[in-house]
């Protein structure tokens, strides 16, 4: 059974950090692509960052210098640690392992990042 379990959320002023965990179990990922999306109230879940299974990065532009995405293989953790946050990263974050050879996609429940101006 795969279970992603995100924590590290909360509330936060501008301009500051939080970094997210991801823990996962049932999956390994040397064969997904594991990521972070979030979602603001009434905008659609949007991708903030990516590791592929060989350790290639992606980030949105919105995040792009400020965000970065690091995972412990052995301990099948990821992280997500935000910097400079704004209040326009305000959102429910989500962990994600998406499927490389597979169509295998699944999501953890969320946490919700707040960042107060």
């Known amino acids: 059974q795969v279970q992603l379990v995100e924590s590290g959320g909360g509330v936060v002023q501008a301009g500051g950090s939080l970094r997210l965990a991801c823990a996962a179990s049932g999956i390994s990922f040397s064969i997904f692509t594991m990521g972070w999306f979030r979602q603001a109230p009434g905008k659609q879940r949007e991708l903030v960052a990516s590791?592929?299974?060989?350790?290639?990065?992606n980030f949105a532009d919105s995040v792009k210098g400020r965000f970065t995405i690091s995972r412990d293989i052995s301990k099948k953790m990821l992280y997500l640690q935000m910097s400079s946050l704004k209040p326009e990263d305000t959102a429910v974050y989500y962990c994600?392992?998406?499927?490389?050879?597979?169509?295998?996609?699944?999501w953890g429940q969320g946490t919700q990042v707040t960042v107060s101006s």
């Open positions: 994600n392992a998406r499927g490389e050879f597979t169509l295998a996609n699944y």
């Open positions: 590791i592929t299974s060989g350790g290639t990065t």
